[in-house]
């Protein structure tokens, strides 16, 4: 389970201008909303890639070579995706023993997202209305990476290959009755 995790909710709605009927129709109805996510990153583990520990079951978890396994936080985020830990630290395990890494060792990169919405309330009769929404996902079109590679024997071990999706915008017209 990841180990923080803050998640901020909000709305907001315009107070009723009752002074001027322009005023009304252009100010009343909005409505403001969102929700605000930051958390560290998920825990995962290390695997060979092989049955060194000679039991079938195979993937075993590697040995740790070296007590500092994590780069320096400075590098840019090209450095990070190339090699987000240090993969030397990790050797595959010795024929018949198993690995000295242990069960979620290693700590993937954190998330921030912010998702949110703006809506306006029209009325077109005392019964009828309509509704116009624009939602925005990811609203900073912030990079969130997914964990990198962990198998040893894997060419793009250590490098990270994924990440969540970008900004997304979708709008929406609803008719209310």
Do not use: C
Not at 22 to 29: E, P
Not at 51 to 79: C, E, F, H, I, K
Not at 84 to 100: E, H, I, L, M
């Amino acid at each position: 389970s990841v180990r923080h995790n803050a998640t901020v909710s909000w709305v907001y709605e315009t107070p009723k201008f009752t002074e001027s009927r322009l005023a009304g129709i252009l100010m009343n109805g909005w409505e403001v909303s969102g929700v605000g996510t930051l958390r560290s990153g998920f825990p995962y583990n290390l695997y060979t890639g092989t049955d060194n520990s000679l039991t079938g079951v195979g993937n075993d978890r590697p040995d740790q070579v070296m007590a500092n396994s994590g780069l320096s936080g400075s590098r840019s985020t090209s450095a990070k995706i190339a090699e987000y830990f240090n993969t030397a630290a990790f050797v595959p395990n010795q024929t018949g023993k198993f690995g000295s890494v242990g069960y979620n060792a290693m700590t993937g990169p954190g998330a921030f997202n912010i998702d949110a919405g703006l809506m306006k309330r029209f009325a077109l009769t005392e019964k009828y209305g309509v509704q116009f929404r624009s939602e925005a996902f990811n609203l900073l079109n912030h990079a969130n990476f997914g964990n990198p590679d962990p198998t040893l024997n894997s060419p793009t071990y250590g490098q990270i290959n994924s990440a969540s999706p970008g900004r997304i915008l979708q709008f929406a017209l609803k008719f209310m009755f």
